[in-house]
């Protein structure tokens, strides 16, 4: 069993920039790849970018490539997102995810654990 838990969500300008944070707790955190997703209100969970256990590969969907960056601190039992240059359309809750099996990041239903996700209201 592996709880996760987002925080640094908030209220920022469009051009601005969050750090978003996901603590693990529970089972051994390296052994898991993790992700972050977002969602907007009647839109399905969206793929933003993935981290293998080891942090040597990271993902991303291509409308974040050069803005985001995912990164794995495994002593920590942390996995980050930063998020800089952020525009109007990245306005969504972020959710972390947890994997322990092989397959593509983005697709939702692979993923064993989640968080409670975090607000991310980006403003014009």
């Known amino acids: 069993q592996v709880q996760l838990v987002e925080s640094g969500g908030g209220l920022v300008q469009a051009g601005g920039s969050l750090r978003l944070s996901c603590a693990a707790s529970?089972?051994?955190?390296?052994?898991?790849?993790m992700s972050w997703f977002r969602q907007t209100p009647g839109k399905e969970r969206e793929f933003v970018a993935g981290?293998?256990?080891?942090?040597?590969?990271?993902y991303y969907v291509d409308s974040v490539k050069g803005r985001f960056t995912i990164s794995r601190d495994n002593a920590k039992n942390t996995v980050y997102l930063q998020m800089n240059s952020l525009k109007t359309e990245d306005t969504a809750v972020y959710y972390c995810?947890?994997?322990?099996?092989?397959?593509?990041?983005?697709?939702?239903?692979?993923?064993?654990?989640w968080g409670q996700g975090t607000q991310v209201t980006v403003s014009s």
């Open positions: 995810a947890a994997k322990d099996v092989s397959g593509n990041y983005n697709y939702v239903r692979i993923y064993s654990y």
């Open positions: 529970g089972r051994a955190f390296s052994t898991y790849d």
């Open positions: 981290i293998s256990r080891s942090g040597g590969s990271t």
